[in-house]
């Protein structure tokens, strides 16, 4: 049966929908490319007849910022006699949250998101094509095993052959645990501890450990459990690890792995790395959107720098302190920089996406302002945590306001937006007048020195804001000039309603104190003065700092906490600028591709439980039984075992096992012993060394 007069196709996407915005009329998964993008087109199609047919009535909206809806709702208008038909507007909004939606869900099917040739885009090299990177990458303890996800996993893989370090291993998981257990039941955690590892009887007992300071924690155990108790002991246990452990380490086949991934991380990025979704906001030099990583099916948000924007306002060093800052801070509190890379146009940073929206949206556009008192803690405590990690790498954040703390899937927040972040040199202050009016401490707007203390001044000014619903030196849609609000700052003191308890207002009370010197947080404790306030004393920070806390509000996965694509402002074509080579060494500073801790906690999700097929990486504890020459029996992982059973062979005759898996082969091939001028004569001659793993 032929279509109707007038009826589109299913994979039609209108070419001339919204010419004003660059682009909004392509296909929402990308450029056009090949079949899958045919299959994604298809797919925006249905899910925009989908959406059209399930149109139903709503209320209008006075200021479009109503509360969430689900993909399939937003848009709808209320007419006289039912339904109305939706405006080509609002249907394209339909179409980009719909496709938004499924993206966030893993695009349905068993890939999760993930490209087709999502395989040869993780495929590793042939180890010899890694000997540059062997030399030139740092031999850190700290950073190769213990920082680095894929690192840790493997040197912990390491120290499995060997029951010393497998039991130093167990310590440590003991102590992490320890310090995450509550306090009822964190003395009886802790005598297992003793018991095991640090007793003479125990099964478990660690090299290295100075009998006095077992004898000193035992006494403290049973004095009071407190969550450093530990803490030297860990100490040395690193310290005992990173000597001759970490050497064998570095001359084995798991550090031959580790440069294999290490590899496949400084592989170059582009554009066409990612695909790209709806517009999710605006920045200073460009626009906010959606994309997804074709490799994994990670979902980021992209922060788009346009380069013309950045010249013409002289915002190269500003762009730049900002990709540096995100690159350095590694917190769960934190938007974290997964990749940096440039187009044609702009300069692009990809950062944590956080689907729940911010808090300003939930303050006052989620029922009555401001919050219950024990959810506006809860934030509290988190965005704590996150000054806390900034001001450890002597980080000043001085943006914090309700815009820029970001809600995620299960209600946990990061702080982002770090442009007017700034390092602060030990022993030094620094000064400068930024930040957003009603927020910046008396300090900043003073133009006086400072360190940290603008950060706690707008965490009480935040705090304030949740349980009241309104700033506490400016009313939410009241005009007020900004020299009345610095006067009110600067002089005034904030007033307290019923909302607030005595604990509450306390906490508040001191970190809004106008004096610098006798604000909390700025008293010579940090963070430490303000996790000890009695607000926060039923907050275990430990299990909130491991993400072990449920948060008090989770938003709903199925909407979009964000404006509709046609109400966010569109940036102006910038004129009379023209980008020229000598730009270029301000581009390569930038665009430095894969940061390692993100990269590596992204293919370590996407490949949890599939990495033994070919390549067989060891997270999986690829290892086989084996039988030497003479008579061990042991177990060695991967090609180390078939190598050991032909090395140690007769000669001639059989020269090494006569059967091996197919991931035994490929990893035979692609972990060769450095050095050994002997081919393992199991492989297969069509195997290379391009092959890779």
């Not at 306390?506 to 104190?513: I, P, R, T």
């Not at 430990?542 to 966010?568: H, N, S, T, W």
Request: contains cysteine.
């Amino acid at each position: 049966m032929g279509r109707r007069r007038g009826e589109r196709p299913p994979g039609y996407w209108p070419r001339k929908v919204n010419r004003r915005r660059g682009g909004a009329g392509r296909r929402p998964g990308g450029p056009r490319e090949g079949a899958e993008c045919s299959r994604r087109a298809a797919a925006a199609g249905e899910a925009r007849e989908a959406a059209a047919r399930s149109l139903r009535a709503e209320p209008s909206r006075a200021d479009r910022h109503p509360a969430p809806a689900p993909a399939s709702d937003p848009g709808r208008r209320l007419g006289p006699a039912g339904p109305a038909a939706p405006q080509p507007m609002e249907l394209e909004n339909i179409v980009a949250n719909t496709v938004l939606l499924k993206a966030r869900e893993g695009g349905g099917g068993n890939r999760k998101g993930k490209s087709k040739k999502w395989r040869q885009m993780l495929q590793f090299p042939h180890i010899s094509q890694c000997e540059e990177l062997r030399l030139s990458l740092e031999r850190d303890y700290h950073s190769l095993c213990e920082r680095q996800p894929i690192g840790r996993l493997l040197f912990r893989e390491f120290c499995a052959t060997r029951p010393e370090l497998t039991r130093c291993i167990a310590f440590l998981d003991g102590v992490a645990e320890y310090e995450v257990t509550p306090d009822e039941k964190r003395k009886a955690c802790g005598r297992r501890l003793m018991q095991n590892f640090l007793s003479h009887t125990g099964p478990d007992l660690i090299p290295e450990v100075p009998r006095q300071l077992v004898t000193n924690c035992s006494q403290r155990l049973e004095q009071g459990p407190c969550k450093d108790l530990f803490q030297e002991l860990t100490r040395l246990t690193h310290e005992y690890l990173s000597m001759a452990p970490f050497a064998d380490y570095l001359d084995s086949i798991y550090f031959n792995r580790f440069l294999q991934w290490k590899w496949l991380e400084r592989q170059p990025v582009t554009k066409n790395t990612f695909r790209q979704y709806r517009v999710l906001g605006k920045g200073g030099f460009g626009e906010v959107c959606a994309c997804q990583v074709r490799a994994t099916g990670k979902m980021y948000a992209c922060k788009k720098l346009e380069k013309k924007r950045i010249k013409k306002r002289k915002g190269e060093a500003m762009a730049l302190n900002e990709k540096q800052i995100l690159e350095k801070v590694n917190s769960r509190f934190v938007v974290s920089l997964a990749y940096a890379y440039e187009t044609k146009d702009a300069l692009c940073l990809v950062l944590t996406l956080m689907n729940g929206g911010d808090l300003k949206f939930h303050i006052y556009h989620m029922g009555q302002a401001g919050f219950p008192e024990e959810r506006a803690v809860f934030y509290a405590a988190e965005i704590c945590c996150g000054l806390e990690d900034l001001h450890r790498e002597r980080i000043v954040y001085r943006d914090l306001k309700p815009e820029n703390i970001l809600l995620d899937d299960h209600g946990h927040i990061r702080i982002s937006d770090l442009g007017l972040a700034v390092h602060v040199p030990e022993g030094q202050t620094i000064k400068g007048r930024v930040g957003t009016v009603g927020y910046m401490a008396p300090e900043v707007v003073k133009n006086e020195r400072y360190t940290f203390s603008p950060d706690w001044w707008a965490l009480g000014c935040l705090l304030y804001e949740m349980i009241a619903g309104q700033s506490p030196f400016q009313q939410r849609k009241k005009k007020i000039k900004r020299e009345e609000v610095e006067r009110l700052v600067k002089e005034v003191p904030e007033e307290y309603s019923e909302r607030f308890s005595p604990q509450a207002r306390s906490l508040c009370s001191q970190l809004l104190c106008k004096d610098p010197a006798g604000r909390l947080g700025c008293r010579g404790g940090g963070a430490r003065e303000v996790k000890e306030h009695p607000l926060f004393k039923k907050l275990n920070f430990k299990r909130l700092g491991a993400g072990m806390l449920e948060p008090p509000f989770k938003p709903d996965p199925q909407a979009i906490y964000c404006k509709d694509v046609l109400d966010i402002e569109q940036f102006s074509t910038v004129k009379g600028v023209e980008l020229e080579p000598t730009d270029q060494d301000f581009y390569q500073k930038f665009a430095t591709g894969s940061v390692p801790i993100p990269w590596q906690n992204e293919v370590r999700a996407c490949l949890a439980g599939r990495m033994r097929p070919r390549g067989a990486a060891l997270e999986a504890a690829l290892t086989a039984p084996c039988s030497l020459a003479d008579g061990g029996d042991r177990v060695l992982p991967g090609a180390e075992c078939l190598w050991a059973r032909w090395l140690s062979s007769p000669r001639p005759g059989l020269e090494g096992p006569a059967t091996c898996t197919p991931q035994e082969r490929t990893a035979a091939e692609t972990l060769q012993p450095p050095g050994n001028s002997q081919k393992c004569p199991i492989l297969a001659p069509s195997l290379t060394p391009g092959d890779g793993g």
